[in-house]
T-cell receptor, first 113, second 113 residues
């Protein structure tokens, strides 16, 4: 059973508009959530994270929102740029500071000029 | 600092063979984690090594094994390869106290024929 779900395999957005990538989780013991971006032929790169004690974290054009009651988090990219086109993975951590990461299957974002 | 490096980048093997993949973490990083990425399953955690000891293990058969050397370099081995082992194998390293932020290598693409 997948504990971290990204239900949209793909998303297409116009340049300059907002991209919203969603992620749902089932395990209430997750204490940390992360987003990674992956370009073809490269490994994932860390983008932004949020602790379970917060509901929002912002870093430039990227904002992550966490709704613990709904077990849902989202990544907002504003404004979207063609260079943001990549696969985005949501990940959740359990087991404290030494815990493992559980990844979703990813959402492929295409930003069209 | 140099990033995480993985060798080889591409590998073709036949069923029944074994394979060894190598990962060199970022200098100073002592934790190395391995993941398998397939189109249908996303990133799945294989195992984590810290100071030459396996600290965590995912839900993979015993054909998948690994080790870590005193210089933090890590290897993973897959014995008796199956067609389903075809995947991108990713290695990630993290610094002490920053386990939640992992830096990934570019991966080794393994094709089993």
């Amino acid at each position: 059973d997948q504990q971290v779900k990204q239900n949209s395999p793909s998303l297409s957005v116009q340049e300059g508009r907002i991209s919203i990538l969603n992620c749902d989780y089932t395990n209430s013991m997750f204490d940390y959530f992360l987003w990674y971006k992956k370009y073809p032929a490269e490994g994932p790169t860390f983008l932004i994270s949020i602790s379970s004690i917060k509901d929002k974290n912002e870093d430039g054009r990227f904002t992550v929102f966490l709704n613990k009651s709904a077990k849902h988090l989202s990544l907002h990219i504003v404004p979207s740029q063609p260079g943001d086109s990549a696969v985005y993975f949501c990940a959740a951590r359990y087991g404290g500071s030494q815990g493992n990461l559980i990844f979703g299957k990813g959402t492929k974002l295409s930003v069209k000029p | 600092k140099a990033g995480v490096t993985q060798t080889p980048r591409y590998l073709i093997k036949t069923r029944g063979q074994q394979v060894t993949l190598s990962c060199s973490p970022i200098s100073g990083h002592r934790s190395v984690s391995w993941y398998q990425q397939t189109p249908g399953q996303g990133l799945q955690f294989l195992f984590e090594y810290f100071s030459e000891t396996q600290r965590n293990k995912g839900n993979f058969p015993g054909r998948f094994s690994g080790r870590q050397f005193s210089n933090s370099r890590s290897e993973m081995n897959v014995s008796t390869l199956e067609l389903g082992d075809s995947a991108l194998y990713l290695c990630a390293s993290s610094s002490p106290g920053r386990k939640e932020t992992q830096y990934f290598g570019p991966g080794t693409r393994l094709l089993v024929l």
